[in-house]
């Protein structure tokens, strides 16, 4: 059955660094959308996109993050300086379509900024 | 703005018995509810969703939308139920397809 991978498992960078978190959605899938989960906190939704463009975001989402496809297959979200309040879990997810498909989720990036 | 909220953050039952976890939303609008599960060290997956009316491995959920609640239920738990249950909310209006989660409630089942 088709998954949704997501590497790293694990990153670890200096505050102010910038990362970028990798996702290989689900090949058919046309949404696509970034959760994170601070430790101890609920899963928050940070954005969606479609069509080569963001279609929701968050108040999280602010400048420091962006989101790219930059082939046919990648999903990023990278952020560019990263803030200790930005350790946190990393979930991407997709669906085939929108409005109220089930999505699925990968296994997540633990993001830990020291 | 939508909220989900799981009173329970904590459920442990023998194995057997009955299980219930709570969930409350708040939206003004139609939402769509979900039930997610994380089994240890695996990715958060569909349980079932209001939509389907399924009974996913003995569970089943009810939208009541007088009050706002879509509890997940289960008349004989087991061991491998033990896991981290996510009620999630989507808007049925919107093509975004956002989903708010609650806190989630970690079920344990005892032998």
């Known amino acids: 059955e088709p998954e949704v991978t997501q590497t790293p498992s694990h990153q670890v960078t200096q505050m102010g660094q910038e990362v970028i978190l990798r996702c290989v959605p689900i090949?058919?899938?046309?949404?696509f959308y970034w959760y994170r989960q601070i430790l101890g906190q609920k899963v928050e939704f940070l954005v969606s996109?479609?069509?080569?463009?963001?279609?929701?975001k968050s108040e999280i989402f602010d400048d420091q993050f962006s989101v790219e496809r930059p082939d046919g297959s990648n999903f990023t979200l990278k952020i560019r300086s990263t803030k200790l309040e930005d350790s946190a879990m990393y979930f991407c997810a997709s669906s085939m379509t929108g409005s109220t498909d089930t999505q699925y989720f990968g296994p997540g990036t633990r993001l830990t900024v020291l | 703005a939508q909220r989900v909220t799981q009173p329970e953050k904590l459920l442990s039952v023998f194995k057997g018995a009955p299980v219930e976890l709570k969930c409350n939303y708040s939206?003004?609008?139609?939402?769509?509810l979900f039930w997610y599960v994380q089994y240890s060290r695996q990715r958060l997956q569909l349980l079932l969703r209001?939509?389907s009316r399924e009974s996913i491995k003995g569970f089943t959920a009810d939208l009541n939308k007088g009050e706002t609640s879509f509890h997940l239920k289960k008349p004989f738990a087991q061991e491998e139920d033990s896991a981290m249950y996510y009620c999630a909310l989507s808007p049925l209006e919107a093509a975004g397809n956002k989903l708010t989660f609650g806190g989630g409630t970690r079920v344990l089942v005892k032998p």
């Open positions: 996109f479609y069509n080569n463009e963001i279609s929701e």
């Open positions: 090949s058919n899938h046309l949404y």
């Open positions: 209001h939509i």
């Open positions: 939206y003004s609008g139609s939402p769509e």
